[in-house]
């Protein structure tokens, strides 16, 4: 059974500080990565995908993956209000075909002005 | 591009009634999924499709659920018959391949 577990807050952080997020993951064989924004209300939305170990960084979004822990984090820098969301973290493992994802609960972040 | 289109929005409905929930893929995408999301599980993946062929059905609930792809372009999950423990938001999301999956807007469904 597959399993992501995040933190589900709330965290709060003031705007322009950094906010970090986090997800382990059970499945040893995941190959990919992903950080969904959803705001109340509303579909998730894609933001950052990572395969490789290291860091990946798109503009103020940094994600990290570290596959030897199991773990992945997301790093949003200078952040604004309007990353005021829940940030889900899911994990697929790609075999003859796409894969559904499986999904965190999700991190409910709260920027404060 | 009109994304991925839901329908209905939004649907009440009585326990034991039929409910039946449509997704329209984005076009050239072969790939679909039904996830459903509550507050006290998330977002879950049901079933998904490649090629409009049902690849992995382990996360329907059970018999009362049942989900056909029978184009490219069109899918429907159904519930028959409806309780209110499956009151919750039921997103549709397609892909092209391992590429990202976009999301439709999602049906809120209530079962009285």
């Known amino acids: 059974q597959k399993e992501v577990e995040q933190n589900s807050g709330p965290l709060s952080v003031p705007e322009g500080a950094i906010a970090s997020l986090n997800c382990t993951y059970s499945?040893?064989?995941?190959?990919?990565f992903f950080w969904y924004r959803q705001y109340s209300g509303k579909s998730p939305e894609l933001i950052m995908f990572?395969?490789?170990?290291g860091d990946k960084e798109d503009g103020r979004f940094t994600a990290q993956l570290n596959k030897a822990s199991q773990y992945v984090s997301l790093l949003i820098r200078d952040s604004q209000p309007s990353d005021s969301a829940t940030y889900l973290c899911a994990v697929n493992r790609p075999g003859g075909g796409a894969d559904g994802l499986t999904f965190g609960k999700g991190t409910h972040l709260i920027i404060q002005p | 591009d009109a994304g991925v289109i839901q329908s209905p929005r939004h649907e009440v409905t009585e326990m034991g009634q039929e409910v039946t929930l449509r997704c329209k893929p984005i076009s050239g995408h072969n790939s679909l999924f039904w996830y459903r999301q509550t507050m006290m599980r998330g977002l879950e993946l049901l079933i998904y499709f490649n090629n409009n062929v049902p690849i992995d059905d382990s996360g329907m609930p059970e018999d009362r659920f049942s989900a056909k792809m029978p184009n490219a372009s069109f899918s429907t999950l159904k519930i028959q018959p409806s309780e209110p423990r499956d009151s919750a938001v039921y997103f549709c999301?397609?892909?092209?391949?391992?590429?990202?999956?976009?999301f439709g807007p999602g049906t809120r469904l209530t079962v009285l």
């Open positions: 999301a397609s892909s092209f391949g391992y590429n990202e999956q976009f």
């Open positions: 499945d040893r064989g995941s190959q990919s």
């Open positions: 990572i395969y490789s170990n």
